[in-house]
């Protein structure tokens, strides 16, 4: 029988991850499979225990503690905790998402497959009461990115890959993973079968927020491919992000006359990553979880 981890790492959001631990106990799966969860706190002082313990009767689940901050540390030891435990294959989520009951059978369908190493699934964002399309899937496509907050992949990428630990602080480690995984061969598919939700806080509804999120994806972008064996040149890196001024002015101001301010935020967002972009050019760097 194959066996899946579901591997979350969360950090002082209890109420978020019991929630989360609530959508994943009740999710299906086929005979030809077992799913265990591994939750890593990546906290000074381990205090998700409690919550994980009361989902061992319901499922499989292991609780560690990672008192480095920074995710990748937390991401890398949920690795090793599913390697361990014979995972032939590895989902991660976040903890302030949940999960449909289909969710890890269509999941799990779509990678164990010839052909295919990694599938992404869709993100949806709840705020206010009302569902909102964070990243959405049509059709089985090729990707050339995935994300922690709703993908699976073979145990063999975990075997030869590790989360970048330089992206403590700035975040991209997820994104700096796959990328490398792909130079490694790797093959990765969408499945918009599989979508979670995630909890918008408001906090992280204000334009401010958003500006903040949008530059520092423009920085850890060529911070990625700067590490990259086969990554893009600074001079590349450095035109891309000068054009991106001019197209996300236009793209905003377009947008905001044909329909509306809130599509017009789409272009702001482009000129915030050529920002970012510019800024890792200055030596400027963003630490958006430094704790």
Not at 16 to 32: G, N, P, T, Y
């Amino acid at each position: 029988m194959k066996r899946v981890s579901i591997c979350i790492a969360t950090c002082n959001r209890n109420e978020m991850l019991r929630r989360c631990l609530l959508s994943i106990s009740q999710a299906e799966l086929s005979d030809k499979y077992e799913y265990f969860v591994v939750v890593v706190d990546n906290n000074d002082q381990p205090v998700s225990e409690e919550i994980v313990n009361y989902f061992k009767g319901s499922m499989e689940c292991v609780y560690d503690w990672e008192g480095i901050p920074g995710i990748p540390f937390a991401r890398n030891r949920a690795l090793k905790n599913a390697l361990e435990l014979g995972a032939d294959f590895i989902a991660f989520i976040d903890d302030d998402e949940w999960v449909e009951p289909s969710w890890l059978i269509n999941m799990v369908a779509s990678i164990d497959k010839e052909g295919v190493d990694v599938v992404s699934g869709g993100v949806n964002q709840e705020r206010d009461g009302k569902i909102y399309r964070k990243r959405y899937f049509e059709r089985i496509e090729p990707r050339y990115i995935a994300e922690t907050d709703n993908v699976i992949f073979k145990k063999w990428l975990a075997k030869k890959l590790a989360f970048d630990e330089d992206f403590a602080q700035t975040g991209g480690s997820d994104a700096m993973f796959f990328r490398r995984a792909i130079e490694l061969g790797a093959r990765i598919e969408s499945c918009p079968t599989a979508v979670v939700t995630e909890e918008m806080p408001v906090l992280r509804q204000g334009m401010a927020w958003r500006l903040q999120r949008h530059f520092r994806y423009g920085l850890t972008h060529c911070m990625i491919e700067r590490k990259l064996e086969y990554g893009a040149s600074s001079l590349f890196l450095f035109c891309r992000a000068v054009s991106l001024l001019p197209i996300g002015l236009g793209e905003s101001l377009v947008k905001l006359f044909i329909k509306g301010p809130e599509e017009a935020k789409e272009g702001v967002d482009r000129m915030m990553r050529g920002v970012g972009s510019l800024s890792y050019f200055l030596g400027i760097r963003y630490n958006e979880y430094k704790r």
